[in-house]
C-alpha cells in the first residue's frame, strides 16, 4: 500500500551508499532483505521503484528481493518453529510468550555495480 | 562488483523516531499511536477519552488524515489543544511518519502537556511498519468489521499492546462471533488486554481509561 514511499526510501539509501571513488558507476541491481510479516509486496514495489527511479541515481537498477519467513521462538519452553498461518502461540506449549526472530525486515543488504570498463 | 550496505530501508523514519521519543521523553509527555481502520470509531473513542482524562492528564492530539479537517474539528470542541495532519501534503501518505510528528509538534507548548495523542491515518496496513517515537500503540476495531482482521492484519495486531473493541452497542443487531475475534486477537498477541465498549453510547470506557491513565503515571511518575 506503501511501497511508493518505500521505493523513494530505498532509492535515497542506495544512492547515500554509494561510494565517492564509485560515483560513475551505473547500479546494476539492489539486493533486499523484506520479512513476509512487513506489509510490503514485492511486485509493487518493484513498479513503484521503477517509476520513481527515473532519472535517480540508481535508474535501471534491478531489485532481487528476498523474502524472510516469519520465525520465533517462545520464552516459555524455548521451541523455535516458522510461523505459517496467523497463530504466533507456541504449537508446542501453546504459550503466548512469543518472541519474533524473523519476518519483520525492510532491508537493503547489497548493491551491484557495474564493472570498470 | 558488490557492496555491502546493510542498511534499514526505514532507517531515516527510524532515526527520526528516536529523536522523537528522546525529545518527549525529556519533555515528560506520554505518546499514545491510536491506529485502526476506517470507521472504526477512533474519533470518538478518542473524543469520550479525552474527557475523563482531564483535568488530571494534559492532553493534545494530531490528527492524521489524507485530507478534511473533520476529526480535527470534533476532537477540537473537547477544548484540547488539536493538530491537523493532512498527508496529502507529503503525498497522500496512508499513515503519519515519523518526520510529520516532529513537525506537527512544534506547535504545542510540551511542557504543559502530559500526553501526546496521534490519531493514525485510518489504515491498518501502512501505519503498523512507521514508529513515530510513541510510547504505546493501540489498535480500534469494531464489531462492524469481520472477525478475521486480526488475521488479515497480523504486523499491526502484534506491534499494538492493547486493543479496543468498538461498537459493542450494536452486537445486538448483527451476525458477530465475539468470542471469534477474541480469539483471533490472542492468536496474533497472546495476553494483549482488549477493551470492549461503545464509545458513542460511554459504555465500557472506564477500564480503557484507567489502563491509559496508569502507564501515563508509570512514565511520568505521578
Same mark, same amino acid.
Given at each position: 500500500?506503501?511501497?511508493? !514511499?518505500?521505493?523513494?526510501?530505498? &532509492?535515497?539509501?542506495?544512492?547515500?551508499?554509494?561510494?565517492?571513488?564509485?560515483? !560513475?558507476?551505473?547500479?546494476?541491481? &539492489?539486493?533486499?532483505?523484506?520479512?513476509?510479516?512487513?506489509?510490503?509486496?514485492?511486485?509493487?514495489?518493484?513498479?513503484?521503484?521503477?517509476?520513481?527511479?527515473?532519472?535517480?541515481?540508481?535508474?535501471?537498477?534491478?531489485?532481487?528481493?528476498?523474502?524472510?519467513?516469519?520465525?520465533?521462538?517462545?520464552?516459555?519452553?524455548?521451541?523455535?518453529?516458522?510461523?505459517? !498461518?496467523?497463530?504466533?502461540?507456541?504449537?508446542?506449549?501453546?504459550?503466548?510468550?512469543?518472541?519474533?526472530?524473523? !519476518?519483520?525486515?525492510?532491508?537493503?543488504?547489497?548493491?551491484?555495480?557495474?564493472?570498470?570498463? | 562488483?558488490?557492496?555491502?550496505?546493510?542498511?534499514?530501508?526505514?532507517?531515516?523514519?527510524?532515526?527520526?523516531?528516536? *529523536?522523537?521519543?528522546?525529545?518527549?521523553?525529556?519533555?515528560?509527555?506520554?505518546?499514545?499511536?491510536?491506529?485502526?481502520?476506517?470507521?472504526?470509531?477512533? =474519533?470518538?473513542?478518542?473524543?469520550? =477519552?479525552?474527557?475523563?482524562?482531564? +483535568?488530571?492528564?494534559?492532553?493534545?492530539?494530531?490528527?492524521?488524515?489524507?485530507?478534511?479537517?473533520?476529526?480535527?474539528?470534533? @476532537?477540537?470542541?473537547?477544548?484540547?489543544?488539536?493538530? *491537523?495532519?493532512?498527508?496529502?501534503?507529503?503525498?497522500?501518505?496512508? %499513515?503519519?511518519?515519523? %518526520?510529520?510528528?516532529?513537525?506537527?509538534?512544534?506547535?504545542?507548548?510540551?511542557?504543559?502537556?502530559?500526553? @501526546?495523542?496521534?490519531?493514525?491515518?485510518?489504515?491498518?496496513?501502512? +501505519?503498523?511498519?512507521?514508529?513515530?517515537?510513541?510510547?504505546?500503540?493501540?489498535?480500534?476495531?469494531?464489531?462492524?468489521?469481520?472477525?478475521?482482521?486480526?488475521?488479515?492484519?497480523?504486523?499491526?495486531?502484534?506491534?499494538?499492546?492493547?486493543?479496543?473493541?468498538?461498537?459493542?452497542?450494536?452486537?445486538?443487531?448483527?451476525?458477530?462471533?465475539?468470542?471469534?475475534?477474541?480469539?483471533?486477537?490472542? *492468536?496474533? %498477541?497472546?495476553?494483549?488486554?482488549?477493551?470492549?465498549?461503545?464509545?458513542?453510547?460511554?459504555?465500557?470506557?472506564?477500564?480503557?481509561?484507567?489502563?491509559?491513565?496508569?502507564?501515563?503515571?508509570?512514565? @511520568?511518575?505521578?
Amino acid at each position: 500500500m506503501h511501497e511508493m !514511499g518505500i521505493a523513494m526510501q530505498v &532509492i535515497d539509501v542506495a544512492t547515500a551508499a554509494i561510494p565517492g571513488h564509485l560515483e !560513475g558507476r551505473k547500479v546494476k541491481s &539492489i539486493n533486499l532483505r523484506i520479512g513476509k510479516l512487513s506489509s510490503v509486496v514485492p511486485d509493487s514495489l518493484r513498479f513503484c521503484f521503477d517509476i520513481v527511479s527515473k532519472d535517480s541515481r540508481v535508474e535501471g537498477a534491478k531489485l532481487f528481493i528476498e523474502e524472510i519467513p516469519v520465525t520465533a521462538s517462545c520464552n516459555d519452553c524455548g521451541n523455535k518453529w516458522t510461523i505459517e !498461518g496467523p497463530a504466533f502461540s507456541c504449537p508446542v506449549c501453546k504459550g503466548g510468550h512469543t518472541r519474533l526472530i524473523s !519476518g519483520q525486515e525492510l532491508d537493503i543488504e547489497s548493491m551491484e555495480l557495474e564493472e570498470d570498463q | 562488483m558488490e557492496i555491502k550496505v546493510v542498511k534499514k530501508v526505514l532507517d531515516v523514519n527510524n532515526t527520526m523516531a528516536e *529523536q522523537n521519543r528522546k525529545l518527549f521523553s525529556d519533555k515528560n509527555v506520554f505518546v499514545l499511536n491510536v491506529m485502526s481502520s476506517p470507521g472504526a470509531g477512533k =474519533t470518538t473513542v478518542l473524543g469520550k =477519552t479525552i474527557t475523563r482524562l482531564a +483535568p488530571e492528564i494534559r492532553t493534545a492530539v494530531i490528527v492524521g488524515d489524507i485530507s478534511t479537517t473533520n476529526d480535527a474539528d470534533r @476532537l477540537a470542541k473537547t477544548g484540547v489543544c488539536v493538530v *491537523q495532519v493532512n498527508t496529502d501534503a507529503f503525498g497522500g501518505d496512508c %499513515h503519519l511518519a515519523a %518526520h510529520v510528528i516532529a513537525k506537527a509538534a512544534e506547535n504545542f507548548s510540551l511542557d504543559e502537556i502530559d500526553i @501526546l495523542i496521534v490519531e493514525n491515518v485510518g489504515n491498518l496496513v501502512c +501505519p503498523a511498519e512507521f514508529d513515530i517515537g510513541e510510547d504505546e500503540r493501540v489498535v480500534v476495531l469494531s464489531v462492524t468489521e469481520g472477525e478475521d482482521k486480526p488475521l488479515k492484519y497480523p504486523l499491526m495486531f502484534r506491534v499494538c499492546n492493547a486493543a479496543i473493541l468498538n461498537k459493542i452497542d450494536l452486537l445486538p443487531y448483527l451476525e458477530y462471533n465475539r468470542a471469534e475475534v477474541l480469539n483471533n486477537i490472542s *492468536q496474533i %498477541h497472546p495476553g494483549i488486554p482488549v477493551f470492549e465498549m461503545s464509545a458513542q453510547k460511554e459504555t465500557g470506557i472506564d477500564p480503557w481509561v484507567s489502563w491509559l491513565k496508569m502507564k501515563v503515571k508509570a512514565k @511520568l511518575k505521578k
